[in-house]
């Protein structure tokens, strides 16, 4: 169950949606996760980018870490380790993870926290678990999400936002049975806190047992939706998802899906970049000279410094 929970009934609804004039999107294609170890050795479920779904532009990368108890001594993360060219968003659902980044930026993300963190110019970063999780072990949900910064916006300065539980905007759909959370954009004139170089909206949503929820969407953003848990439809045609499946929706403007069980979903998209891509491991800028430039500006201590003993390579870092 999400750390972040309300009584749907006093939140601001959605709009109810006319079910035969909408032009409801539609599902494109079906990608399931792939499982891949990362950091230290903990699994994470990636329905992108990969030889399924290699352009989900303007993200890079989705991640999904558990849901999974922890036993004492197993919780592990990702020390020290370069980025630039984009940002990292990572929200944690439940449990705690414990961040820091060579600007001084970072903190403790916990039960529905957000750290948004704009590599830009360039970063070093840990993600660890607490050591209280490591020492008792626990439960451990999250998601990190990389999303592309245009070129005008790959040399901008580090930046961190801490988005807290009680920051996140919460609204009910119009039948009262999903709860959503806003991380980011504007979803029918709500917006949330996240602010974002590349126009972009991100959500949780819960729903109950044959609840149906429909949001506008704008119609030159991209759209997708993730299952964290449970089982439900997309689309006028009703497409099955599962855990662990990513839908990918054609163009309209407005989403609507129906839950079969319990079901927790992301639903993601924006304004693509549509620019070129030069990516290696954890830099991502427009040109492979850049990318040289990155690991050289690595390897040479530009993105920053750390007090510990070591620091992953970038070589290290490939995914």
């Known amino acids: 169950m999400p750390a972040v929970t309300a009584d749907t009934l006093t939140l601001p609804r959605l709009p109810r949606l006319p079910e035969a004039t909408t032009a409801w999107r539609e599902v494109r294609r079906v990608v399931r996760a792939r499982r891949f170890l990362e950091g230290e050795g903990f699994q994470v479920r990636r329905p992108f980018p990969g030889v399924e779904l290699a352009d989900a532009d303007p993200f890079l990368l989705l991640d999904h870490m558990g849901a999974v108890e922890y036993g004492p001594g197993e919780a592990k993360g990702a020390p020290w380790h370069p980025h630039r060219g ?5 929200y944690m659902i439940d449990g705690v993870f414990e961040h820091r ?4 930026g970072g903190g403790v993300i916990t039960n529905g926290g957000t750290q948004w963190m704009t590599a830009g110019s360039g970063v070093l970063h840990s993600e660890l678990p ?4 490591v020492a008792k ?4 949900h999250g998601v990190q999400l990389w ?3 245009p070129k ?7 930046r961190y936002q801490d988005i807290t539980a009680a920051d996140t905007v919460l609204l009910s759909s119009d039948d009262g049975g999903a709860l959503v959370r806003v991380i980011a954009g504007d979803v029918a004139g709500h917006r949330g806190p996240g602010a974002t170089h590349t126009p972009i909206t991100y959500l949780h949503a819960t729903l109950s047992p044959h609840a149906h929820l429909t949001t506008p969407w704008p119609e030159d953003f991209t759209a997708m939706v993730y299952v964290l848990s449970g089982r439900g439809t997309v689309g006028p045609d009703r497409r099955p998802l599962d855990e662990g499946h990513l839908a990918v929706l054609d163009r309209g403007s407005a989403l609507t899906m129906r839950a079969d069980t319990t079901w927790d979903v992301l639903v993601l998209g924006g304004l693509p970049l549509r620019e070129p891509v030069a990516r290696y491991g954890p830099f991502v800028m427009n040109t492979r ?3 040289l430039q990155a690991v050289e500006d690595f390897q040479a201590g530009r993105l920053g410094v750390t007090h510990v003993p070591h620091v992953t390579s970038a070589d290290e870092e490939l995914s």
Do not use: M, R, Y
């Open 101 to 104: 980044d060579s600007t001084g």
């Open 289 to 291: 000279a850049e990318i």
């Open 152 to 158: 005008a916006a790959k040399w901008t300065p580090p």
């Open 130 to 133: 607490s050591q209280e999780l």
């Open 147 to 149: 999303v592309n910064l």
């Open 86 to 90: 984009f940002e990292t968003v990572t």
């Open 137 to 140: 072990g626990g439960l451990f």
